[in-house]
């Protein structure tokens, strides 16, 4: 997978959710010859031994079991020591969802048939934003997060949260600016996922481009994919309608840029994108990752 990358074109890579243990080791050999670098570790990583397959919310923060609640703080603490391990700087986190996912289900439901701009949907997404703002769990997530961020803090490791694109995922926009006056601006940062931010316009729920630019001081990560309309993501870049050309430019080269592709789509068509990307932002590649 590794060398896969390599051949790619890309210096550095993100291990993602679906590393297993078995394969630790493996990496650590390949990374002595210094051909590629991590950036990031997408929490959980490596995989919890009895989780079958990539599931990064698997344990949520946001559960209201305290079993629930310790595993995924357990994994996380384990997920910040690897990364210190393996010299990544960076791991991202998803912080769990609320229990509104069939409203979530069902704007997305009116979105795949194209009818966003139906007052049906304009009257059950103010329901759902109405029953969103209702369920508050701020403290629960917050009082989770204040031991994981000191644990970080000792480690060296900074945390990114990842916007998700659901109305039922945690933070919200607004939790993310409760977030971000609370927790430490060094250790705690924002993860920006283009593709996430890309759907949630085409929800109606935010702005991509006015979104990005209030987070901007609080980036330290991407995940690069665009949407082809209306939620089919995780496709290479210019295939849809994300602002890649606007946003950009306005990130600091130091900040790692972390594609993240369906598995589908094969390397030829990557390294063609890889091109277009490299010319249209005159980019060397030292701040692209793929995500493994």
Same mark, same amino acid.
């Given at each position: 997978m590794l060398q896969e990358i390599v051949d790619l074109g890309f210096r550095a890579v993100e291990l993602g959710h679906g590393i297993r243990t078995s394969l630790v080791e493996g990496i650590?050999?390949?990374?002595?010859?210094?051909?590629?670098?991590?950036?990031?570790?997408h929490n959980? /990583?490596?995989?919890?031994?009895?989780?079958?397959?990539?599931?990064?919310? /698997?344990?949520? /923060?946001?559960?209201?079991?305290?079993?629930?609640?310790?595993?995924?703080?357990?994994?996380?603490?384990?997920?910040?020591?690897?990364?210190?391990?393996?010299?990544?700087?960076?791991?991202?986190?998803?912080?769990?969802?609320?229990?509104?996912?069939?409203?979530?289900?069902?704007?997305?439901?009116?979105?795949?048939?194209?009818?966003?701009?139906?007052?049906?949907?304009?009257?059950?997404?103010?329901?759902?934003?109405?029953?969103?703002?209702?369920? &508050?769990?701020?403290?629960?997530?917050? &009082?989770?997060?204040?031991?994981?961020?000191?644990?970080?803090?000792?480690?060296?490791?900074?945390?990114?949260?990842?916007?998700?694109?659901?109305?039922?995922?945690?933070?919200?926009?607004?939790?993310?600016?409760r977030l971000f006056q609370d927790f430490d601006a060094e250790v705690l940062g924002y993860?920006?996922?283009?593709?996430?931010?890309?759907?949630?316009q085409h929800l109606t729920l935010s702005n991509h481009r006015e979104w990005f630019i209030e987070m901007l001081p609080r980036l330290i990560g991407c995940h690069v994919h665009d949407v082809k309309n209306p939620d089919s993501d995780h496709q290479l870049p210019f295939v849809g309608d994300t602002p890649f050309l606007q946003l950009v430019p306005l990130i600091s080269a130091s900040v790692p840029l972390v594609w993240e592709l369906r598995p589908t789509i094969k390397p030829a068509e990557i390294r063609v994108a890889l091109q277009c990307w490299n010319a249209a932002f005159k980019n060397d590649n030292e701040s692209l990752a793929l995500s493994g």
């Open positions: 650590n050999r390949f990374l002595l010859d210094g051909a590629l670098e991590i950036t990031s570790l959980f /990583c490596p995989l919890p031994v009895d989780i079958m397959q990539a599931a990064p919310d /698997c344990f949520q /923060c946001t559960s209201h079991r305290p079993s629930e609640r310790a595993r995924a703080f357990r994994h996380t603490l384990e997920t910040i020591d690897w990364a210190a391990k393996l010299e990544a700087k960076r791991v991202v986190l998803h912080l769990g969802s609320v229990p509104m996912a069939k409203m979530s289900r069902r704007l997305l439901d009116y979105l795949q048939i194209g009818k966003t701009s139906d007052q049906k949907y304009l009257n059950w997404k103010q329901k759902a934003v109405r029953e969103r703002a209702k369920l &508050d769990y701020y403290t629960r997530v917050a &009082d989770w997060l204040s031991k994981i961020v000191e644990h970080a803090k000792q480690a060296g490791i900074r945390l990114g949260v990842e916007n998700r694109f659901e109305i039922d995922t945690f933070p919200s926009e607004e939790e993310f600016r993860w920006h996922d283009f593709g996430h931010a890309q759907i949630r």
